[in-house]
């Protein structure tokens, strides 16, 4: 059965027409190449061969046919991918372990949520209260008709009413959450309240949340549960608008409320989501890290507005993403914030942004009076804490250094004119950071790790099939890929294995993706010889200086080294792509035949050997 259907899909659907809506392409002989819609770069090396029916990134590797896709395009499931693909062909797609019965239960919710979507707007234009309401809280007309709202109109049974008039089984609605059976017979969910569709990355409404037109109501909103065709812990809220803009814009806004990206999508700030007033999930991240690894977290200006963004932007940090986090007024949330100030001012609030390290240091800063000498450990204490969490050993590294110096700069104004006793505070400080940077297990503080200040900054950031494993990375990493960009630079032969062996994703150092990108770009090959390469590198004024850097290193350099660093950078590589299977293993996406299978049993056959033997 779906097999059949599978391999149809494969055979009819037209890759470069499919590929061609998220990214121009161009004949290139047999085949097409454009620019790689998973990472960013400026010159093509994204092929999609459309007689056999695949694409290929041989900057960041990424790979695959009709289905892989749109799965990674879309972040959908492989399911999903095939309902869609199914559809544009009018093909029919019967999931895997799906029965007749259990398809035909999705169909029915999609319709009976559409339906329901039909009613509720219908009713908006007759209940005078909400729409002055909407009014009031700055809605255009345009805006309420371009996210669907609608109004929920009060008595218990006017759903009720208008699906007997349709000579719809209440059973339908019941299924959707949208009509309750109580002791009394059956009523309607949603009573009085506004009504906000949820929709899916194909815009169709799966979902409600129902808003209380009184300030004090309770609950204030109240959401559909669970359903086969609604997952609260995978959908985003305003998604499937976004979608297009986050890629265009290169970074992502969370925000908390329905209303706070209604309120940005209509003052023209359209890449914002917002999961369902529920914490955000790795699901979410693996959803939302499709359209870009950057984000930044924009949530109510109170504390715990503050915690919420901490906790949520640390999933997305964990999984190698580029998070920084915007301060809002104490009061405000985005909503209030650009109705009162304008885009332009929640633009500037956007580049303000902190790096989510910065964010909490600064925060817990100001959470503490240090004029209290009691207090000073307790802050040190805690900093170092927050520090030594952080995922990734470089910004460890970096935090650690960037925190000592705060320290410094601190206790001189602690202990103004007393040089002593201000060493020896300092040198106490300093201490505890490094100690407790090494209870936590954390990776050394000052482990000779180069950095050039630009870590804490947005360098490039690769997107695409690697995932970084949220912990430990290992500390010599960078250090490996360092030591292969400057091989490669110096010396043909070692450029030539270099961009034999390696592709963008090794790479994961920020300062040294982007030229590990160039490098390894078909315009990097084409340049010949290795000082060529370097040259055609340092064309790019983003990199001229990383790259005089690494050619100024005067470390020896020679194959035994190279050998080792290229080993070590496959291996890990090996261990984010294994993680990164488990991942799609567990979140139930592949098939029986799914080719991943096979490629997740031999890279655990291979790191395991390999255990083994060093063991
Ligand atoms: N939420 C919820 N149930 C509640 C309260 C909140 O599901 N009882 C969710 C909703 O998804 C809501 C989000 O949490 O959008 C954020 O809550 P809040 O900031 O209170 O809502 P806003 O969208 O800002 O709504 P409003 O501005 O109308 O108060
Ligand atoms: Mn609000």
């Known amino acids: 059965m779906a097999v059949d259907v599978v391999q149809e899909i494969k055979l009819r659907t037209d890759l470069v027409e499919l590929i061609s809506v998220y990214v121009p392409l161009r004949r290139s002989g047999r085949t097409h190449k454009g620019l790689c819609p998973f990472h960013a770069e400026k010159t093509p090396s994204f092929h999609v061969d459309g007689e056999r029916g695949f694409f290929r990134c041989y900057g960041c590797g990424v790979g695959g046919d009709c289905f892989t896709f749109l799965q990674q395009k ?45 009613f509720f707007r219908e009713r908006l234009k007759d209940a005078p209260v909400a729409q002055k309401y909407l009014e009031r809280r700055g809605l255009a007309p345009e805006t309420v008709e371009a996210f669907g709202l609608g109004y929920a109109p009060p008595g218990y049974q006017a759903l009720l009413g208008w699906l007997k008039g349709q000579k719809i089984a209440p059973e339908e609605a019941e299924a959707a959450d949208l009509i309750l059976r109580g002791e009394h017979g059956l ?44 997952h609260k812990g995978r959908t985003l809220y305003g998604l499937h608008v976004a979608k297009q803009e986050i890629p265009k814009s290169g970074f992502a806004v969370a925000v908390e409320g329905y209303m706070d990206v209604i309120a940005l999508h209509q003052a023209g700030i359209v890449n914002a989501v917002a999961s369902l007033g529920t914490a955000i999930t790795e699901q979410h991240v693996g959803v939302l890290r499709r359209y870009s690894d950057e984000l930044v977290f924009c ?27 915007a301060r809002l007024p104490e009061g405000d949330d985005p909503d209030t914030f650009v109705q009162k100030h ?54 460890r590294q970096a935090y650690a250094a960037k925190l000592e110096r705060t320290l410094e700069m601190m206790v001189d104004e602690w202990y103004p004119g007393q040089p002593d006793q201000a060493q020896r505070a300092r ?45 430990p990375v290992r500390s010599g990493q960078g250090a ?36 590990a990108a160039k490098l390894l770009s078909e315009e990097g090959d084409a340049a010949g010889s290795a000082p060529q390469r ?69 890279l655990s056959a291979e790191l395991e050997g390999r255990q083994r033997r060093e063991a």
């Open 74 to 118: 879309e972040g959908l499931a492989f399911n999903e991918a095939g309902e869609m693909l199914a559809r544009r062909l009018g093909l029919e797609w019967v999931r895997r372990g799906d029965t007749a019965e259990k398809r035909s239960e999705r169909e029915r919710l999609y319709d009976m949520m559409a339906l329901a979507q039909r």
């Open 187 to 230: 009523r309607d969910r949603f009573v009085d309240r506004l009504m906000f569709p949820i929709f899916d990355l194909e815009g169709r409404p799966v979902a409600f949340g129902g808003r209380a037109l009184q300030a004090d109501a309770i609950p204030k909103y109240l959401n559909s549960r669970e359903l086969p065709i609604f």
């Open 299 to 325: 949530y109510d200006g109170d504390s715990a507005g503050m915690r919420a963004a901490t906790k949520n932007s640390s999933l997305f940090e964990a999984a190698g993403c580029n998070v920084r986090v």
């Open 342 to 395: 304008g885009a332009d001012a929640f633009r500037s609030l956007l580049t303000q942004a902190e790096p989510l390290l910065d964010y909490q240091l600064n925060t817990l800063r100001a959470g503490y009076d240090l004029t209290d000498e009691t207090k000073r450990l307790g802050f040190v204490r805690e900093a170092a804490r927050i520090v030594a969490q952080s995922s990734s050993s470089l910004t």
């Open 427 to 471: 040198l106490a400080l300093n201490q505890e950071v490094r100690r407790l940077l090494r209870s936590d297990g954390g990776a050394p503080a000052g482990g000779g790790h180069p950095t050039n200040g630009r870590v804490m900054g947005r360098g490039p950031t690769t997107s695409g099939p690697r995932v970084q494993p949220p912990a």
């Open 480 to 515: 490996e890929e360092r030591y292969v960009l400057r091989a490669a630079l110096s010396e043909d032969r070692w450029a030539d294995r270099v961009s034999e062996q390696l592709t963008v994703a090794h790479f994961s150092d920020s300062n040294l993706v982007g030229v």
């Open 534 to 602: 370097a040259d055609a590198v340092k064309a790019d004024p983003e990199l001229a200086g990383v790259v005089s850097e690494l050619l100024m290193d005067e470390a020896p350099l020679n194959d035994e080294g190279l050998d080792r660093c290229l080993e070590g950078l496959e291996r890990a590589w090996k261990r984010s792509r294994k993680l990164e299977l488990w991942r799609a293993y567990n979140a139930g996406e592949f098939l029986p035949e799914d080719p991943r299978r096979e490629e997740l049993r031999r």
